[in-house]
């Protein structure tokens, strides 16, 4: 049973990790983020022994999220591996179309945000990105023992091209307002895992 500091704490990680997926991490203030969080103003301290260890918790929060989600679609053993791929993208399309797409994936504004200026927060950011791939480069491993994928596919190339190209996809949603750039890297990932990445290597 979590005690009245952890559960403050993650009212502050909550509220926070709002405020900076919607604005960014340097643009919302420590005073806006307890003010949304009911907090009195000069107790961050308390909850937080820096500025920087706040940021590394929002990396946790948000890394936890997206595992959830990643987790939820790609380890569904009663799916063929390429069908929970496709639902995991399909979730991500729905949803970016559902905010009409703006906010983007929240790891990856604070990669771009972030890595430059705290070789710690980098770290964190590097172990959060590492994560997300070795997960899909699970699926993909399944997907070549069943045969969805042919046998020379390299699976971690291949889950590192997904997750580079799903975010770069992400990065142009957020300047062109269109998931449109979602489905067209869709589209391409579709034909290089039939097999016409042959002729590529």
Known sequence: ?????????DQILSKG?????????????????????????GSFYFYFTSKDDFA????????????????????????EPLERLNGLLDYYESAFKKSKATLGCPIGNLSLELA?????????????????????????????S????PFELSTEDTARFIFHGLEGAIMHMKVVKS???????????????????????
Do not use: W
């Open 146 to 149: 069943s045969g969805q994928v």
């Open 56 to 79: 590394c918790a929002v990396i946790d929060h948000f890394t936890g999220s997206i595992d959830g989600i990643f987790d939820r679609y790609l380890r569904d053993d009663g799916i």
């Open 179 to 201: 998931t449109e750039p979602i489905r067209t890297f869709r589209r391409y990932l579709h034909v290089y895992l039939a097999g016409d990445h042959k002729s590529h290597a």
């Open 17 to 41: 990790a709002r405020l900076i997926h919607a604005q960014g991490y340097k643009a919302t203030g420590l005073k806006q983020i307890l003010g949304a969080a009911g907090i009195p103003k």
């Open 116 to 144: 430059d200026t705290n070789e710690e927060l980098r770290q964190r950011l590097q172990d959060a990105v590492e994560g997300f791939i070795a997960q899909i480069e699970s699926c993909l491993e399944e997907a070549k």
């Open 1 to 9: 049973m979590k005690t009245t500091k952890m559960k403050t704490r």
